[in-house]
């Protein structure tokens, strides 16, 4: 597709419950970045891939919080055990190949509602 | 994110000009970033610098001065549909490609 393609758009969870989100990034690109907005604030790095491959994980939760891009698959970011914290616009973005500054597409976000 | 600094409003009318700052402190400079965000939807890319001086692309400008640790971006003859959040990001030379740090986002109100 010729857009980063986020479901589901709105997702509420109870407190303890498993959420998952998912990522459609532009075809033919292979970074896909994962990044978290809590209340309008500052987005915050999660992971990102090289295609499959995790290529910085330094900004994911030690807990809870896991991330996958399989061939021919979504990417997909999984919080288990969900907390009221968590709660937050999550946005997935994608870069080509050879990426530059301009490069990096963000998809509209998922909203997690933990309540 | 605590370490780049936006005003959180400005208020500006149709036609007029304003300036949106922004000051960062990283441990390495390796790009700045200004995004337009209008709410509910996906973040855009207006504009990158990574050398000293000013970008300009049609209506909006954007300048750095890395010695000061300072952008802004200028947009001029303000239309209804400039009423949006505009995020400073910056990516530190010693972050992944993709890796961005944001600042919080300023929200430009745009009146008649």
């Known amino acids: 597709g010729e857009e980063v393609a986020q479901t589901p758009k709105h997702l509420v969870r109870g407190e303890g419950q498993k959420a998952k989100l998912y990522c459609a990034p532009i075809?033919?690109?292979?970074?896909v970045f994962w990044y978290q907005q809590v209340l309008k604030n500052e987005f915050k790095f999660l992971i990102s891939?090289?295609?499959?491959?995790?290529?910085?994980e330094t900004g994911m939760p030690k807990e809870r919080f896991s991330a996958k891009c399989l061939p021919n698959s979504p990417c997909s970011l999984e919080i288990q055990a969900t907390k009221l914290e968590d709660s937050a616009v999550y946005f997935c973005?994608?870069?080509?190949?050879?990426?530059?500054?301009?490069?990096?597409?963000f998809g509209e976000g998922s909203w997690l509602t933990v309540v | 994110g605590q370490n780049i600094d936006q005003p959180t409003e400005m208020t500006a009318t149709e036609g007029a000009i304003v300036q949106i700052n922004c000051t960062y402190q990283t441990s390495g400079f390796n790009g700045l970033f200004w995004y337009q965000q209008h709410a509910g939807e996906a973040p855009t890319f207006l504009s990158y610098n990574v050398l000293d001086g000013l970008e300009e692309k049609g209506r909006f400008s954007s300048f750095l001065s890395r010695s000061k640790g300072y952008s802004y971006l200028l947009l001029k003859e303000l239309q209804m549909k400039d009423s949006a959040s505009y995020l400073c990001?910056?990516?530190?030379?010693?972050?992944?490609?993709?890796?961005?740090?944001f600042g919080a986002g300023t929200q430009v109100v745009v009146t008649p």
């Open positions: 973005a994608s870069s080509p190949p050879e990426p530059g500054p301009n490069t990096i597409y």
């Open positions: 075809k033919g690109h292979s970074y």
């Open positions: 891939f090289q295609n499959e491959n995790v290529f910085d």
């Open positions: 990001a910056v990516r530190d030379s010693t972050d992944s490609w993709g890796k961005l740090q």
